[in-house]
């Protein structure tokens, strides 16, 4: 049995049971948050018990999930989750910043941060017995409901922007997904699979439209949490300054606003569990021109306008974030707070990370290109440790990656010659 025990719809409070609603509130179309049974869950386990388990993958929290693991074992399903975290040392130091770490989603399988969400629609789906699961994606939701989908041999239908990156599409025709490609933009085809799985009877798992996604992408907070710890642990050991600390500052890219929302979410849990004191302070970063979200922010409003959006992030390019309310709160009840960049500061982002290793799709270097923003402007200071979200791999979208760096030259195949260039 799991423990879940219903949702609450962010907007006007309403609870509901878990057969009573299926996506967002009848009343007002706002974004329900899954409600778990907190006490059941506070009686029976402690934080021990979970960092004691010896699952090394987001099944390892399934004791604060709303779904059971999915039988069978060691499909690309049962290993989302449980990506590394990175010290970027040389980095911090250019920045000016004495701790910088990286979180890197890419190590998913289906290479995004989107695995945790379809992961735990999958699980949900096989419970609820739908049999097809439909998505409206730019390209990386599709790519893991299409991956999680086969892992366990559930069927998958996709509709993407037909100006997805090639990368993405191969992903979701190698998957094997029933794929459609839309002559429009993916609010576009957003609307047109909440239609598609009223008139067919499919499940959709569209990003915020369906509850379930936080969820896995809360999952995330707990791997952070428990990263935290033990990064403590080595702290207290060596009796570091770092015992007093400012709270952890996460930067998150935002679009439709669910993984932010679902990292809110994630450290809620923990916080209503008594497992944390105290919440990290979590930062958004929306390109400048798909900045819906930022926009409200500062504007101290919750009313979400729609954008035309436009930027070569196009994880992140979003008219209408279908998560935005939520995604607003993220920031505002941590203490965090909205950046926006460029899209020249994002391809400098994906250079300046390609230096250390890392291999960013746009989307995902957005969150270092707003933590350079951040410092240059002040917002972040030399003692504040900071944690940005790399939630994609750069081989995704080869041609950004192309723009952001020099050709290389080509040449005879003689000493001759590369001497000369060299
Ligand atoms: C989807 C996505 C995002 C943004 O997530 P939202 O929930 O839409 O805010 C960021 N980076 C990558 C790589 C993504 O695929
Ligand atoms: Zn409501």
Known sequence: MNQFRGYRCSLCGTEYSPDEVT?????????????LEYDLIRKKYQPEDILSRKDY??????????????KGENTPLHHAGWTPVFQLNTLARELGLKHLWLKDEARNPSA??????????????????????VAASTGNAGAALACMAAAVGHRAVILAPRTAPPAKIAQLLIFGARVILVDGSYDHAFDLTVQAAQEFGWYCRNTGFNPFTAEGKKTAAFEIWEWWLEAHR???KKDSPLNDHPPLLIFVPVGDGNIISGIHKGFKDLLRLGWIQNLPRIVGVQAEGSAAVARAFHANTEIITPVSANTLADSISVDLPRDGVRAVRAARETGGTYITVSDQEILQAIATLGRVGIFAEPAAATAFAGLV???QTGLVHSDDPVLILSTGSGLKDIRAAMQ???????IEPSLQALKQIL
């Open 23 to 35: 996506y967002t509130c009848p009343k007002d179309g706002g974004n329900l948050d899954v409600e």
């Open 57 to 70: 993958s987001l099944w390892r929290y399934e004791p604060l999930l709303p779904v059971n693991t999915p």
């Open 234 to 236: 080595d702290w207290h």
């Open 373 to 375: 923003r951040g410092v």
């Open 404 to 410: 952001a760096v020099t050709q290389a030259p080509v």
């Open 112 to 133: 995004s941060f989107k695995d945790r969400a379809s992961a735990i629609v999958v699980a949900r789906a096989r419970e609820i017995k739908a049999d097809v699961i």
